[in-house]
C-alpha cells in the first residue's frame, strides 16, 4: 500500500517529535535525505520512491513506545 506525502510526512514530525530530533535527522535516516521531510513540510514534491522508502524504513524502524498514528496505514 502506497501512503501519501502527508502520511509520510505526519510519520516524519511524530517520529521526530518522540525521539527529539530534527526533520532533517528523520529524513537522513528514512530516506538518506536531509531535506526530504523540510521540503514537504514546505509543500514541495518528492519522488515516489523516496515516500516508499521512507514508509518502509518507518514500518521498520517505529520507535517501541510510540503508538502508530491512527488513520495511516502501517507498510509491511
Request: proline share 5%.
Amino acid at each position: 500500500m502506497r501512503l501519501s506525502a502527508d502520511d509520510v510526512l505526519s510519520l516524519a514530525r511524530t517520529y521526530a517529535d518522540c525521539i527529539g530530533i530534527s526533520l532533517t535527522t528523520v529524513g537522513v535516516r528514512a530516506a538518506n535525505n536531509d531535506k526530504m521531510f523540510v521540503n514537504l513540510a514546505r509543500g514541495r514534491t518528492c519522488t515516489v520512491r523516496s515516500l516508499e522508502r521512507a514508509a518502509a524504513w518507518f514500518g521498520a524502524n517505529w520507535h517501541k513506545g510510540l503508538p502508530w498514528p491512527e488513520g495511516i496505514p502501517r507498510p509491511d
